[in-house]
């Protein structure tokens, strides 16, 4: 597998999950930055050009609250989880945990098939 | 700073109107914000720094389009039906434009073969021009109406109604279909509109055949018939069905059988012999047209060995 089709698939594979850790993150406010630095602080790196697109589209899909504050001499946009997001938080933790479970079983039997 | 403020601007140009102020001010206070953080880990930035920052943010055209992702012209679910839409249609129109430029050139005593193919190909592509930006520019207003139901989810179809799992070849393909109905369509313009000529225009038209020749495709113009009406079937079923591969190799082998009763029935041309002297002597262009029928019978032909072989394994 060449380095190119093994990036796509990792693309294909963090998509889902990303909005999983952003809609988990937003429980707090947090602007575009100071989100990344948290994700990035616990273990997921995301670019710039994936994070902000995707923040916006949440907001767009009424999960996230947003407004405009001053702070440090700059505006900034800062995003919560709104109700909607928060309960579509509860499902999709809750689906996460169940394809969890079950892919580690799946992987579990196949590393011993493998051994 | 500078530097930021015109990549915002290039990226807002690449944005649609109504979202360009609100992404570029946030697009703005987010590098200000890494900017920022880079200046207290590392010091004042530079220039060149603020220029690698930005450009591993990426090109202004592609971080605009991951904000307001391009709309494509024609909804994806829409392309199998456009795609159709177009091919039938381009199909029609092309039997149309031999039926009007046959028509021209055989009432016409001074169009040759090669103007009568660019005639042909120049009103195809014509008519193709018209049809293909008014088709998309319809299926363009449809993608643009907001959609109900994605077509996958719905439910108003039956596993029951579908056409029973065959080989590859049994689905028609229009191509075939319209290049066949297009070449019935010349031949039937060709042996019936002399009919509808005056005298005058009789003699000044291109009409090469010896009499007992254009009698006999007089009589073969049924087959003609019975071909468009096939081709009719083939475009309503675009499956072959064994009635209907037994209808094409019947009307195969009439066909081959006319066109070699034709090649070999006697003399085919009727030429001003005057006119081509020093050039071709008659016995030349009868053998060249007794060959080219012997080829044109091997079409057909080939059909019937092709259809007996698929009847065999339907």
């Known amino acids: 597998m060449t380095a ?11 998509r889902g999950v990303l909005v999983l850790a952003v809609l988990a993150s937003l429980k707090q406010p947090h602007y575009g930055y100071s989100l990344r630095r948290q994700l990035q602080d616990r273990g997921i790196d995301i670019d710039e050009g994936t994070l902000y697109p995707l923040i916006r589209r949440l907001a767009d899909q009424e999960l996230l609250n947003s407004e405009w504050r001053q702070g440090e001499g700059r505006e900034r946009r800062y995003y919560q989880l709104s109700d909607l997001g928060t309960e579509l938080l509860g499902q999709l933790s809750d689906e996460w945990q169940q394809l969890n479970g079950a892919l580690s079983n799946i992987l579990g039997g196949a590393a011993e098939e493998t051994d | 700073m500078d530097l930021v403020a015109r990549y915002v601007a290039a990226v807002q140009r690449e944005l649609p109107e109504a979202k360009r102020d609100e992404i570029g001010r946030e697009l703005k206070a987010n590098i200000m914000d890494k900017l920022d953080g880079m200046a207290e880990q590392h010091g004042s930035l530079t220039e060149a720094d603020i220029a690698g920052v930005l450009k591993q943010m990426g090109r202004p055209r592609a971080v605009a389009q991951q904000f307001a992702p391009p709309q494509p012209l024609i909804r994806l679910s829409y392309m199998p039906l456009y795609q159709y839409t177009l091919f039938l249609v381009l199909g029609i129109l092309f039997l149309l434009q031999v039926v009007e430029t046959t028509i021209n050139w055989v009432s016409s005593s001074d169009m040759g073969l090669v103007q009568y193919l660019f005639r042909l190909a120049a009103g195809f592509l014509d008519d193709v021009i018209f ?14 109406q907001p959609s109900a139901k994605p077509e996958d989810c719905t439910t108003d179809w039956h596993p029951e109604q ?22 019935y369509l010349f031949l039937l313009v060709v042996i019936w509109y002399p009919m509808w000529m005056s005298a005058e225009q009789l003699d000044s038209s291109r009409l090469l055949l010896t009499d007992h020749a254009y009698l006999w495709l007089k009589w073969a113009s049924p087959l003609a018939v019975l071909g468009l009406a096939l081709g009719i079937w083939q475009l309503q079923q675009r499956l072959w069905s064994r009635a209907m591969l037994i209808s094409n190799l019947v009307l195969n082998c009439a066909l081959t059988a006319v066109i070699l009763g034709l090649a070999a029935s006697g003399r085919l041309l009727q030429l001003d012999v005057e006119r081509w002297h020093g050039v071709f002597e008659l016995y030349q262009l009868e053998r060249a047209a007794v060959t080219s029928l012997i080829i044109i019978a091997m079409f057909p032909l080939w059909e019937v060995g092709r259809d007996l072989l698929r009847l065999r394994k339907l």
């Open chain 2, 162 to 183: 579908l056409p029973k799992a065959g080989p590859s070849w049994q689905h028609i393909s229009l191509q075939d279909t319209f290049t066949d109905l297009a070449t």
């Open chain 1, 4 to 14: 190119a089709q093994l990036d796509k698939m990792r693309l294909e594979l963090r």
């Open chain 2, 131 to 144: 049809a293909f930006a008014s088709i998309t520019a319809a299926f363009w207003f449809m993608s643009r």
